[in-house]
């Protein structure tokens, strides 16, 4: 039984605000996915976590341990970082038997071990080669058998799989998720890329800036973001977003006033006004949220067509509204040329209203 409990976590590199009062409860067995755009305070938690870094303040705990002023090597917490970095004049299994060797296992212990944890990745046939004489994907499992093969408490992963092209990260994904079900051991893994995060996670942490946005399922942070920065991270692509004013008309209605249309929010008036912390709002609906009409409709929004790009099974519109581009999922079936004009219709069911100033989602 391992978790991981972080408490009011907090580290500077001098000035620089690395991450600010990280407060997480990771629980055992538990894939957490840590995410968040570049420079945002990912490796510097994972660090802090293994032991290499010393936190500004706050605390640590696995299994209920404080490990603040516990090292590295005794917090049994293996690593796997982005450059997995083999030791290159070793045998595969020289450098899976690595961590067995200097704790000093005896060696048919080691022997078992590495043969097991061989099998376990599949490759047992591989053990005598050196890792130039291995593939991408090959020599990644060969990295993840050196982390797994002392049974440690704690995974803790710095984007382990960016290294590889995008077919075998796809498939090592799956293969590390499947892995780490087999074997229970809580798992911290790293990632800016939200892909990777959603398919993979039991749970995502989102970081920006230092600073935890929000924790959920993959389901939960994109139905339901909490801020601005949360609804157009996840989501690709991304949601639309325009900034409009509140403006409300006795004696029932309200709108949101764009500048180029007005869209009718009466029935959402009263948690705007108790929420809202000023007039200037920020709308966001998801590409798939929007259908399309070639004649003006009730609620229909007139846009003009930028431009189509075909994904196979669906295409992205672009469409033109002012000078904000809004991006629609569409059937390849509605055939659409550039400069054509055509009616956006919101779903008002998955329709989001943020604060524009705090960023907060009220709606
Ligand atoms: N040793 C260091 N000295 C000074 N500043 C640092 C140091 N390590 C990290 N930082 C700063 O701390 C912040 C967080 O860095 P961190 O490496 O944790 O980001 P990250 O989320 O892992 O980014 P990436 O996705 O690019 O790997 C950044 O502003 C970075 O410049
Ligand atoms: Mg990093």
């Not at 993979?200 to 800036?209: G, K, T, V």
């Amino acid at each position: 039984m391992v978790d991981v409990v972080l408490e009011h976590l907090t580290k500077y590199y001098g000035k620089v605000r690395a991450i600010e009062d990280i407060n997480l409860h990771i629980k055992d067995k538990e894939f957490l996915v840590l995410l968040g755009p570049s420079g945002c305070g990912k490796t510097t938690t994972l660090r802090c976590i293994a032991g290499l870094e010393t936190p500004t303040s706050g605390n640590i705990y696995m299994g209920g341990k404080l490990v603040n002023e516990i090292p590295t090597k005794d917090r049994n917490v293996a690593m796997v970082f982005q450059s997995w970095a083999l030791y290159p004049h070793m045998t595969v299994f020289d450098n899976i038997a690595f961590p067995l060797k200097m704790r000093k296992y005896p060696r048919d212990e080691i022997q078992r071990k590495v043969k097991e944890v061989a099998e376990l990745l599949q490759i047992s046939e591989l053990l005598d080669r050196k890792p130039r004489e291995l593939s991408g994907g090959q020599q990644q499992r060969v990295a993840l058998g050196r982390a797994i093969v002392r049974e440690p408490n704690v995974f803790l992963m710095d984007e382990p799989l960016s290294n590889l092209d995008a077919k075998l990260r796809v498939y090592m994904r799956a293969e590390l998720k499947a892995l780490q079900r087999r074997l229970g051991v809580t798992t911290i893994y790293v990632t800016h890329d939200q892909i990777e995060a959603m398919t993979m996670a039991d749970r995502i942490a989102l970081l920006n800036d230092g600073l935890l946005q929000q924790v959920g399922t993959a389901e939960d942070i994109y139905t339901r973001p909490a801020n601005l920065f949360v609804a157009g991270f996840i989501g690709s692509p991304p949601m639309n977003f325009i900034d409009g004013s509140f403006v409300e008309k006795y004696p029932e209605k309200a709108y949101i006033d764009t500048g180029f249309f007005m869209l009718d929010i009466s029935e959402s008036k009263d948690i705007i006004k108790k929420n809202a912390t000023s007039d200037e709002l920020v709308i966001g609906i998801r590409p798939e949220h929007i259908t399309l009409s070639r004649k003006p409709a009730e609620g229909a929004i007139k846009t003009k067509v930028y431009v189509v790009e075909p994904l196979g099974r669906k295409v992205i519109v672009n469409l033109q509204v002012g000078d904000t581009i809004f991006k629609v999922e569409e059937d390849p079936k509605f055939k659409l040329e550039s400069g054509e004009e055509v009616w956006m219709i919101f779903n008002k069911d998955k329709l989001y209203i943020f604060d524009k100033k705090t960023g907060k989602t009220i709606i």
